[in-house]
Nanobody, 120 residues
């Protein structure tokens, strides 16, 4: 499975951004799709995930009620709508898919990362 992320950029605090990630290849293997982020000097952390079949979602507490994850199974895409952005949301965001897991343990396939910078 190959993942291609898009979106991201620079936004002021309180603003919004939308990330998208398109999967290709053996997409029938995908059980869940999600997003992680890595701030400078810090480890990669889970942000949100969505189960491909049911649409069930799971969020990190730090983004709950501000971020919304969605998927389009026909296009094999996953999106992350980020609202009320804070400077601490600044990070490189990675999309990920997994064949069996949903949540922080997702680890099968990764996209290339896209930078999100939130200015104060």
């Amino acid at each position: 499975v190959q993942l291609q992320a898009s979106g991201g950029g620079l936004v002021q605090a309180g603003g919004s951004l939308r990330l998208s990630c398109a999967a290709s290849g053996r997409t029938f293997l995908i059980y869940a799709m999600g997003w992680f982020r890595q701030a400078p000097g810090k480890e990669r952390k889970f942000v949100a995930a969505i189960r491909r079949s049911s649409g069930n979602t799971f969020y990190a507490d730090s983004v709950k009620d501000r971020f919304t994850i969605s998927r389009d199974n026909a296009k094999s895409t996953v999106s992350l709508q980020m609202n009320s952005l804070k400077p601490e949301d600044t990070a490189v965001y990675f999309c990920a898919v997994d064949r069996a897991r949903m949540g922080p343990a997702m680890n099968d396939y990764w996209g290339q990362g896209t930078q999100v910078t939130v200015s104060s």
